[in-house]
Structure formats: C-alpha cells, structure tokens
C-alpha cells in the first residue's frame, strides 16, 4: 500500500503531498516519475503552453462547407474530399 509523501516543487520550492491516490494513478498510466511541480504551478505551466482542459489548442483550418457554403473552421487541413460546417455534418450522420 502506497503512502502519502511530502515533495518539493522544483519551480516554487514550496512542499506539496504526493497523495497515495495519485501515486497509484500514476502507476496505472504507467507513469515513472513522481510531479516535479506542485499543482498551483503544473497549473500555471499548462496555462502559459495554451494547454486548456489538460488537453493542448488544436490548429484549426477555414473550409467552405460543401452542403450549404457557409464559411467554418475545421480541425484537419482541407484536401480534395468535401468538408461539412458542424450543423451539415451532424445531419448527414442520422
């Protein structure tokens, strides 16, 4: 059974608590290492990277939809297959 341990953010030098919870999600990700910041700092490092959501800003492209010609943006660049707006896609899948 995992335990609790105190670390030290190697951005701000303060403490924070490796909770035995984290640890073993860690271990089920298969992540090795153990946080290097504490979360008010792993925080602040995703928001400065443009990473919202834990997730990063996806490049989006301009495409003219091909059903009803409105201007969209897109998440995959535009080649020579049709491209929907989201109302037109959505409609075609039912």
Do not use: I, W
């Amino acid at each position: 059974m995992k335990e609790d341990k105190t670390l030290t953010c190697c951005e701000c030098g303060n403490e924070f608590v490796f909770t035995a919870s984290e640890q073993e999600f860690y271990a089920e990700k298969g992540f090795t290492n153990e946080p290097r910041r504490c979360p008010a700092c792993r925080q602040a490092r995703k928001q400065r990277m443009g990473v919202q959501n834990d997730r990063p800003q996806r490049e989006m492209f301009p495409a003219v939809c091909a059903e009803c010609g409105k201007e969209t943006m897109v998440p995959f660049k535009p080649s020579d297959r049709p491209v929907y707006c989201r109302e037109c896609f959505n409609a075609r899948k039912h």
